[in-house]
């Protein structure tokens, strides 16, 4: 155990142990093992929001992707010539404004 952040820091692996207290420059330890309880050890492994946050981090990168590909798209019409003019570009804002704005919640 090492203290970290004001906790005390579990480690399940002794590998792990041993890397961390190298790393620090501590090549010599002992282990007491007579209060290892390997049933403590098991819950503690358990992580309920991993779930959470993997699929953030999926949504994330769908969302990076997403935009992306919206950018190549961008990027090739600009090169096809595909241009519209600002009149069109505002109209088109306004129309996606006045749909979000009719969805919105109403306070």
């Known amino acids: 155990m090492t203290a970290k952040r004001g906790q005390l820091r579990l480690f399940r692996k002794l590998e792990t142990v041993v890397s961390y207290l190298t790393e620090i420059g501590i090549d010599k330890f002992e282990v007491n093992?007579?209060?290892y309880d390997r049933d403590t050890m098991?819950?503690?492994r358990s992580r309920p929001d991993t779930a959470v946050i993997m699929k953030r981090t999926h949504e994330a990168a769908a969302h990076d992707q997403w935009f992306?590909?919206?950018v190549k798209i961008g990027l090739a019409d600009l090169r096809a010539g595909k241009t519209i003019s600002e009149e069109e570009h505002d109209a088109r804002w306004s129309r996606r404004?006045?749909?979000l704005v009719k969805r919105a919640p109403k306070a």
Do not use: F, L, S, V
């Open 97 to 99: 404004r006045a749909a």
């Open 33 to 35: 093992a007579g209060d």
């Open 42 to 44: 098991k819950t503690m």
């Open 68 to 70: 992306r590909d919206q």
